[in-house]
């Protein structure tokens, strides 16, 4: 394999899914699975096309209730081309036991997909097959497939090839979500335009969203001998009768252009797939447009680490950038957790974009605003639910998809035990702080006011008067009292309730207590700030007045945080938890990961043990430096002092399973700051979690965005301490051995392209030529700064 290319040698059924999954191909606006052209959804292929934001809702019976649920539509696929020789009997499949060979290589840099292969067909001849397929990065409608087919050996015949559009799809790529309704496309139509297109159009059931393809397919090299279009109830097909000759490739070429009635500037999306595949070039110009739209993505998105770590962080930004491009700003859609890759999680978005938006504000703050405006949008949706649930403010839901709503089920599936359990993760209301979380860090890294002050402010202060409405004042908890938190789920999501109690949530999670100060605190700093117009509008419109802003002084500086033997307790009563026999289970199962799984099978509850699913105290040390965590404890009224962050997190390191991709990059990044010996190995997991599909059977249903951003982020902000704050970049660097030389670029306010590089005791920084600011940085307590065109080298102070 080359530094930009991944390649998979040999078929494997059994790895088929998982190298479909690494191997989309997608361009923000719509993603395709790496699937075989010619097989079908099935046990070991699954061809999922998905467009970023197309959600549909249906009812399903579950355990004897009905419930709802939306789900991220599974499109008709584009893919199908399957062939024969007109001599040779049945149509090729990888499962027939011809292939001799077989080869995919995922090329980066370009963003393409190329399949190579040999067959024996039942008369001994040997055919070769290549295959190359993008997803169009400049025109985000469009999709092309190309393949050529060559003889070896002295022998001619007629191939026949037939390009389809199929539209008889489902929602089946997530095998415990089976016993859920997956038929979402309703009303299709197919038909012809002569001379080589064919076209499907339909629509989903209940969000009536209108979806088509149009598809043209060319024989390029030698004309066909023959050729027909059909149009049937469910596909469109056009077939074709080739010559094969020795010395003399057959080459099809296949375009496809899909547009759904979500698209601004179109009157009706037949009509627009329809021109748009006419106007279409061919592959050779669609690839040269193609490959020139990722030039320039690369060049924002650098990142030069040697060595195999390399290699996988560009992966991990090829499908960061396939999910989240510059398209997507211009699109309604927020974080889907599982990228656009598979049908895990139903397509829905969580708090992963806490993990994604801040690698994304420093390469791409055009993206991050349209993230954060999908919050925006449904801002409205967030008031209500905390109306209806007594609250006050924004109570965002935990998950979330087309219109706000709470999307979260009420039910799980336990595929060890088979059973349906109640599902209380929507207590997860720690969400709001991730969105306010990452409306500062915005405005921090790229200084858009006017955002901040607009729809930033209208946010931050609705999720802060939540978090001010649901605490309760508690006379007996500490000295003199204390605001408490109470019935809620942490980022752990093992612990939905105390053991034996019939009610679902923990009181005074520490990871939601202390970010919700965190959350009144910056509120009030904005408020503050506001210019005075605008403060005087947003007290008109929201009814915020001095007595409300004084409670969230009070609430940000009194919330509890409990504690237990020198160590931040998760949660109020963790300490009368029992200790799980750690050892014993290992030695049982062997994987661990998903030990609530593991426990509920053998009729036991994990809510009874002193064991977290993945961080969540220690996620504070995530999301703050040392320094700005010292001091929100200090405005609690609490203190916070090395040894006992320390303490902190060797304590829950022993009592972690690991059952989350996220896992790996929280350890890792804190443990760089608090035990940097041990921080590898929580790397190593993070950067291998999809490609070695870590977590058993996963990732095949798609790949873990939040995670693949976060190794990033770590190499971007966690080795580097970089921050965006106060009008200056802040650097703490704390390099790990196995990642010492390192450089990336990052695009700060004016400046496109300063380029930061750490190598052996230093750190440089680059600033490129322009008429903007010089670029302030703070290292080690002094302040350099670096004029527009030139670089310095700063010593990193000894530790």
């Avoid at 149509?91 to 060979?101: A, H, I, M």
């Avoid at 929602?171 to 496309?185: K, P, Q």
């Avoid at 059931?205 to 024989?219: E, F, G, K, N």
Wanted: aromatic residues 8%.
């Amino acid at each position: 394999m080359g530094e930009w290319t991944w390649s998979y040698e040999g078929y494997d059924p059994a790895e088929e899914r998982l190298r479909e999954a690494l191997c989309t191909l997608g361009n923000g606006y719509f993603a395709t699975r790496g699937a075989a052209p010619e097989t079908a959804a099935g046990p070991h292929h699954y061809p999922g096309t998905y467009a970023a934001g197309c959600y549909n809702r249906l009812h399903s019976t579950i355990a004897g209730r009905k419930v709802r649920h939306e789900d991220m539509v599974n499109l008709p696929n584009w893919l199908p081309l399957r062939f024969r020789l007109r001599d040779g009997g049945a149509w090729f499949t990888p499962d027939d036991g011809s292939l001799l060979e077989h080869r995919q290589d995922l090329d980066l840099r370009r963003a393409t997909l190329t399949r190579t292969f040999r067959l024996r067909e039942p008369h001994g001849r040997v055919l070769a097959v290549e295959q190359t397929r993008l997803v169009h990065m400049h025109d985000p409608h469009l999709a092309a497939l190309r393949t050529v087919f060559r003889t070896e050996g002295d022998w001619s015949a007629e191939l026949e090839v037939e390009s389809a559009l199929d539209g008889d799809v489902g929602n089946t790529g997530v095998a415990r979500y089976r016993d859920l309704n997956g038929r979402h496309l309703t009303r299709m139509h197919t038909g012809t335009s002569d001379p080589d297109t064919v076209w499907l159009r339909c629509r989903t059931t209940a969000s009536d969203i209108r979806v088509a393809l149009a598809a043209r397919t060319r024989a390029t090299t030698r004309p066909a001998t023959g050729r027909s279009l059909e149009a049937g109830e469910r596909t469109a097909v056009h077939r074709l009768i080739l010559p094969l000759a020795p010395d003399r490739p057959a080459v099809v070429e296949k375009a496809v252009a899909l547009h759904t009635s979500r698209d601004p500037a179109i009157s009706d999306p037949l009509h627009a797939a329809l021109g748009r595949v006419e106007r279409a070039p061919d592959f050779t110009g669609l690839l040269t447009t193609h490959t020139a739209a990722w030039e320039r993505l690369w060049r924002r998105a650098g990142l030069d680490v040697p060595g195999e770590a390399g290699r996988i962080l560009r992966l991990h930004a090829f499908h960061v950038l396939q999910t989240l491009s510059p398209h997507t700003a211009e699109l309604d859609v927020g974080v889907p957790a599982r990228g656009l890759h598979g049908e895990a999680y139903r397509g829905h978005v969580f708090w992963d974009e806490l993990f994604v938006l801040p690698y994304l504000d420093l390469h791409f703050p055009e993206v991050s605003r349209a993230l954060l405006e999908y919050r925006h949008r449904r801002l409205e949706e967030a008031c209500r639910a905390a109306e209806q649930a007594g609250h006050t403010g924004a109570m965002y839901p935990w998950q979330s998809g087309s219109d706000g709503r709470e999307e979260t089920q009420t039910l799980h599936l336990n595929p060890r035990s088979g059973r349906w359990l109640p599902d209380h993760t929507r207590l997860q209301h720690h969400v709001g702080s991730a969105v306010a979380y990452n409306i500062w860090r915005y405005g921090q890294a790229t200084g858009d006011t006017e955002f901040l002050y607009t729809k930033g402010a209208e946010m931050l202060l609705q999720i802060a008067r939540f978090w001010a409405g649901l605490a309760t004042w508690d006379p007996d908890r500490g000295t003199e009292g204390r605001y408490r938190i109470r019935g809620v789920v942490g980022p752990d999501e093992y612990h939905d309730a105390y053991p034996g109690s019939a009610t679902p949530g923990v009181d005074d999670n520490t990871y939601t207590n202390v970010t919700a100060a965190w959350v009144l605190a910056r509120a009030l700093d904005l408020w503050r700030s506001l210019p005075a117009p605008r403060r005087d509008e947003l007290r008109e419109r929201t009814g915020l007045d001095p007595e409300e802003t004084d409670r969230w002084d009070d609430v940000s500086r009194k919330l509890y945080v409990p504690r237990h033997a020198g160590v931040l307790s998760q949660f109020a009563g963790y300490e009368e938890l029992d200790e799980l026999d750690w050892e014993g289970y290992r030695a049982r199962y062997g994987d661990i990961r998903r030990l609530d799984r593991i426990l509920e099978a053998e009729g036991d509850s994990v809510n009874r043990y002193r064991a977290s699913k993945q961080a969540d105290v220690l996620m504070l040390g995530y999301l703050f430096p040392p320094t700005e965590l010292r001091r929100l404890f200090e405005r609690l009224g609490y203190r916070l002092d090395d040894g006992t962050w320390r303490s902190t997190v060797d304590y829950y390191l022993r009592r972690t399973s690991h059952g989350s991709t996220l896992s790996g990059v929280v350890h890792a990044w804190v443990l760089t700051r608090v035990h940097r010996a041990d921080a590898w190995p929580y790397a190593q997991e993070a950067l291998l979690g999809d490609i070695t599909d870590v977590q058993g059977g996963t990732t095949e249903e798609g790949i873990h965005l939040g995670a693949m951003a976060g190794t990033l982020d770590l190499v971007q902000r966690g080795l580097t301490g970089l921050e965006a704050r106060e009008d200056a970049l802040w650097l703490d660097p704390a390099p790990l051995p196995e990642l010492a030389r390192f450089a990336f670029t990052v695009r700060y306010r004016g400046h496109w392209g300063v380029r930061i590089h750490v190598d052996a005791g230093r750190v440089g920084v680059a600033v490129p030529v322009s008429e903007a600011a010089p670029v302030r940085v703070r290292l080690g307590g002094r302040t350099w700064s670096v004029p527009p065109g030139r670089f310095r080298a700063l010593d990193l102070p000894s530790r």
